[in-house]
């Protein structure tokens, strides 16, 4: 396994930041796989991306004006429809002019805001079209949501920026070996519960799943799923799932009765040595107690968050040196099935001929955690 970064997966949905930093009428700015990126939302509340560089002479939009529809830039105050990019004023045109300006475009990516962030498809045509209309599939996949399993439900967020590649960040994100190093602590748990563990995992479209399982008994959402108990049956038993999903994405969901907690947590590729994890988490679990739980949860969601980037920004300095590293069985075999999918999609893509699934059958993994 080498060290550098591997090539991105475009034609997916990337999370380019949090709902709340986008105020009315103002931009923001975000990078996603290494494109700089202008933000807003239209007085109807659409939400929408530019490439941050005005297609005149490459000046960032975002120094420029926005008014809820427009977005003027600074230099030459051109206007661009920020949904679609399009410009719809040159100033500088008198009125004989022949320039068709309908026909200029700033690079426009389509935008949804889902689940408190804003997330942004970047296709295919990103690597090269730095400046143009963004030249899109004729259907575009569905945003990643946070599964929920209810009407009401509290939903939250967590964010830390890692000094690594995507890469790094994604093994990281499903390694099970380094809990009992990394995340020790009173209240989760100490170097000494190490024991060993089976999992079974399954291949599904694009990527795995740790099938459905009773979490481990140690484990704090187990404690707390039975704690609640909504609406439990006798017979009901905490059930968890795991699934890891290209580009980036990790959906787990504990279930008791109709009581659920689900996060999703991604990890997006910033630059080619930057990268942001991103955790949604939502739950319909003591929601009488909200204001209780809420601030509890965020406290050690962070903390634990703060471990994983800690250890990532230890892990940068020994990669800098550009070691050659390993993966060993089974604790790392997930990170090999990463790569592996990521190559078989890179592969599909550019044979044309169906991704071919590393996994062909569900597995069995051991390991101690
Ligand atoms: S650089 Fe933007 S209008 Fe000229
Ligand atoms: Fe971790």
Redesign the pocket.
């Known amino acids: 396994m080498a060290s550098d970064p591997a090539p991105w997966l475009y034609g997916f949905w990337y999370p380019a930041l949090r709902s709340d930093r986008v105020h009315v009428r103002a931009m923001a700015t975000a990078m996603l796989l290494g494109i700089p990126l202008v933000l807003g939302r239209k007085r109807t509340g659409e939400a929408f991306a530019l490439r941050d560089s005005c297609p005149h002479r490459g000046i960032p939009l975002s120094y420029g004006q926005f008014d809820g529809e427009q977005v003027q830039c600074s230099y030459h105050g051109w206007c661009f429809e920020a949904r679609s990019g399009q410009c719809r004023e040159i100033p500088s045109l008198t009125p004989d002019t022949k320039l068709k300006i309908d026909r200029i475009y700033a690079s426009a990516f389509p935008c949804e805001e889902k689940d408190g962030f804003f997330w942004v498809y970047i296709p295919e045509s990103a690597v090269s079209s730095a400046g143009g209309q963004t030249q899109l599939p004729p259907e575009l996949p569905p945003v990643p949501r946070v599964p929920a399993f209810s009407k009401k439900y509290v939903l939250t967020h967590l964010t830390a920026d890692l000094p690594c590649s995507v890469d790094h960040g994604i093994i ?1 994100l499903m390694d099970p070996a ?2 009992p190093f ?2 020790q602590s009173w209240w989760w748990r100490s170097k000494h519960s190490i024991h060993e563990k089976q999992k079974h995992f399954e291949p599904i479209p694009d990527g795995f799943r740790m099938s459905a399982h009773a979490p481990s008994s140690n484990s704090a959402p187990y404690k707390l799923m039975r704690m609640a108990g909504v609406n439990a049956k006798p017979g009901d038993r905490v059930e968890t799932t795991i699934d890891f999903v290209l580009p980036n994405l990790r959906v787990e969901s504990v279930r008791y009765g109709e009581g659920w907690f689900s996060t999703l947590t991604s990890v997006t590729p910033i630059t080619a040595t930057h990268c942001r994890i991103d955790v949604r988490a939502a739950w319909n679990i003591f929601r009488w107690a909200t204001p209780l739980v809420l601030p509890i949860g965020r406290y050690f969601g962070k903390k634990f968050i703060r ?2 980037q800690l250890t990532m920004e230890q892990q940068a300095e020994g990669l800098k040196h550009n070691p050659n590293l390993m993966l060993i069985d089974d604790a790392d075999r997930p990170a090999k099935w990463y790569f592996a999918l990521k190559q078989a999609l890179l592969d599909s893509r550019r044979s044309g001929e169906p991704m071919k699934h590393p996994m062909s059958e569900p597995v069995v993994l051991k390991w101690r955690s």
């Open positions: 990281g380094h809990g990394v995340h471990q994983d």
